[in-house]
């Protein structure tokens, strides 16, 4: 099929553009900088109207991934990227006659800073979600099942914690927080914690782009099903690498006010530096997000093939590849 991919140029929507070439598909790819990808290619930005038109002609299928996913920033970037950005591709979808809308979201919409344990895919809430990007991915992720009709089929898929070799969002920032001594463990660090392998995540966003029609106006939350503590994750990531785990514990409540501080100081000094702790951090380390899978696997009719011992290991290949 003629596929839209965008935000080609981060780590999951890399893999899935790749992965749909290799499987013969015809492939196209929006995003503000050159991927280096062997796809035909639309360079803008996703709140361009005049861009994603020129990206959405002609396709049968568009997966939306491009987004503000930073943790600094201000409200009204995030707004630009994740909600008028997505407003412009359900336009430019509708404009173009595209049939299909896979649209990748996260289960932070659904957040509210307590555990998520053995849960589905609850509804996204605005109010409740943690953080501007949190917020607006909700935002964005309402607008886009409101936009499931007849002739747009719209599935949103929430990918959570993806990881794998080359991440510089979750991998890369754990790694080098460890280097120089400054990963600690929240609260126990006995917390289960869902992530998903990247080859996972890739595949299911190519298993949604095939149900998408007979499987619409929902979301899915896609995780690899193996919830672990969240000091093992930690750990296992850093060895990984080549370096040390978590040094030292912080307790949770602790955790969290120094986060509110930083929120309150990166916010008045528009800092753009990645701050060192932040409530939503804290919350994320420290409190329980494992996710029922039988209605997603079910739906796209999907299993992960990459266990997380495997992915650890290739993880650990890759990094020593480099040394």
Known sequence: MRVLVTGASGMLGRATAAALSERGDEVTVLQRRPAGLPCAEVLG????????????????????????????????????ANVAGTRTVLAACRAAGVGRLVHVSSPSVAHAGAALAGVGAQPADPAGARGHYARSKAVAEQEVLAADAAGLAVLVVRPHLVWGPGDTQLVGRIVDRARAGRLPLIGSGAALIDTTYVDNAAAALIAALHACGPVHGEALVVTNGEPRPVGEVLDRLCRAAGVPGPGFRVPFRAAWLAGAVIDG???????????????????QLATAHWFDQRRTRAALGWRPEVSLDEGFARLGRWYADRR
């Open 45 to 80: 930005d996703v709140a361009d109207p005049d861009a994603v038109r020129r990206a959405t002609r002609g396709q049968d299928a568009v997966v939306h991934l491009a987004a503000k996913v930073d943790v600094v920033g201000r409200r009204r970037e995030y707004v630009r």
């Open 265 to 283: 100081a990166w916010t008045l000094a528009g800092a753009r530096a990645t701050p060192p702790l932040t409530r939503f951090l804290a919350e």
